[in-house]
């Protein structure tokens, strides 16, 4: 066993609280390890069928205090007959197996609560729910670790390819920080008056009844029944008032108490919910929902990657900062228990791929995010079964979908550029990414 010396920090608070509570399970009780918002920890046991002796209550308890220090809680160790309301824990949604212990017969099991002021969104993981009788609308969100990836310009090209199809086809964007989809879809005098920041902002005081919110992208012209929606960040505001961008900025994470749609994650999803509404009754219920997600393990990003979508496209080029941050990313996944969930709906983009180097550089990528993703991957010893596809396993969530670079691509847009994703190197940097994105909206992630 490995002795603790000097402080105990953040991280090793939860793996010697852990100790403890493998030890509490092997009495045969199930323990609930508690964190609260400031990181210490707390184990509650569960004596309403198994009885906990009063001896090992205390040394279990002096072990806790000991060991944690400044991140033991008030109480360290709690039982759940001395609670008013056990359940509001022991029956909590937000509680997950850990992962990192597997019950022998006869022992007790370990679940994991964490309590966080922000982020706790990336843990509440679920698919949308459909409209009563409504066909399948394929809701994708692109995100990428970090900005610059072209994560924009490919929800571009996404969008206008699958219109070209025939589809009825709504971006959606959420880079409230840095709006991109907005501008690069419909000219700016073509804007709806209100964007998706005034539907955050109205919804929180239930004054969002009647916003315009979406209007058709501009610059294309489409065959075969083909449409493409765009709901902006910002709108272009109302005449004779100032449109008071940042203002709004500043406030639009807050949760309301007391609203029915008091939380900003519900807000959010309330917001796409009212765009895909706003196409419905100006034309038809879109067929593909596209959310261009901003950057950074953000509350935007979240929401759209847990919550909203059922395929999350997850952008990034071969570099330490790309694997460091999705790999925090997945560990906290894993550590709320929701790795088994949340893989069924990612797969990794490789985006600014060298062309002169292609497949060189595809293999050391995709054995990096592979090395990434195992995080997710089931845990497999011999006669286990689940899920833990090879690193050349080309269906799985790690396998890159390219999207190669030039030059030529730099600065290019439809307003500046009319006519510049027909360009036959566009297409040739695109191709395979809208053959195979287009091929899992359809059929759905793995």
Not at 75 to 92: C, I, T, V
Not at 408 to 418: F, I, K, N, Q
Request: aromatic share 8%.
């Amino acid at each position: 066993m490995t002795i603790q010396t000097g402080p105990v920090r953040f991280d090793q608070a939860r793996p010697l609280a852990l100790a403890v509570a493998i030890d509490v399970a092997a009495s045969g009780v199930d323990v609930l390890v508690v964190r609260d918002i400031l990181g210490r920890l707390a184990l509650l046991l569960d004596d309403r069928s198994s009885k906990v002796d009063a001896a090992n209550q205390e040394a279990w308890a002096e072990r806790l205090d000991s060991a944690l220090g400044p991140y033991a809680a008030d109480r360290p160790l709690l039982l759940a007959s001395k609670l008013f309301q056990p359940d509001a824990f022991f029956a909590s949604p937000r509680a997950a197996v850990d992962l990192r212990y597997r019950p022998k017969p006869g022992h007790g099991s370990i679940r994991w609560l964490d309590n966080t002021v922000v982020g706790a969104d990336w843990a509440r993981v679920s698919t949308p729910e459909q409209h009563a009788g409504d066909t399948r609308t394929a809701r994708t969100a692109l995100y990428g670790f970090k900005g610059g990836v072209g994560r924009s310009t490919a929800t571009f090209m996404l969008a206008k390819h699958l219109a070209e199809q025939g589809n009825c086809v709504l971006v959606i964007d959420l880079d409230l920080e840095s709006p991109g989809a907005g501008p690069l879809l419909v000219a700016e005098d073509q804007l709806p008056r209100y964007g998706i920041i005034d539907q955050l902002i109205e919804s929180a005081l239930g004054n969002e009844a009647g916003l315009d919110l979406v209007a058709q992208a501009t610059h294309f012209q489409f065959q075969r029944n083909g449409e493409l929606w765009v709901a902006p960040a910002r709108g272009r505001g109302e005449a004779g008032a100032e449109y008071t961008y940042v203002d709004k900025l500043n406030r639009v994470y807050a949760d309301v108490p007391g609203q029915v749609q008091g939380t900003f994650a519900d807000r959010l999803e309330a917001a796409v919910r009212s765009c895909e509404d706003a196409v419905a009754r100006e034309s038809r219920r879109p067929d593909v929902v596209l959310l261009d997600s901003r950057a950074g393990i953000h509350d935007i990003a979240a929401v759209a990657i847990s919550r909203l979508c059922d395929l999350a496209l997850l952008f990034g080029s071969d570099n330490g900062q790309t694997w460091a941050g999705y790999r925090d990313l997945f560990t906290a996944w894993l550590s709320s228990g929701k790795a088994a969930e949340i893989r069924e709906k990612l797969r990794m983009v490789a985006s600014m791929v060298p062309d002169a180097d292609k497949a060189a550089y595809l293999e050391t990528f995709r054995d990096r995010a592979w090395e990434c993703f195992s995080v997710l991957y089931d845990d497999l010893v011999d006669g286990d079964t689940g899920f833990n596809p090879s690193p050349e396993d080309a269906s799985a969530p790690h396998s890159p979908i390219p999207i190669l670079f030039a030059v030529e691509l730099v600065g290019l847009d439809a307003v500046s550029t009319p006519g510049w994703d027909d360009r036959a190197f566009v297409r040739a940097a695109y191709d395979s990414f809208l053959e195979t994105t287009t091929k899992l909206m359809i059929e759905g992630p793995r």
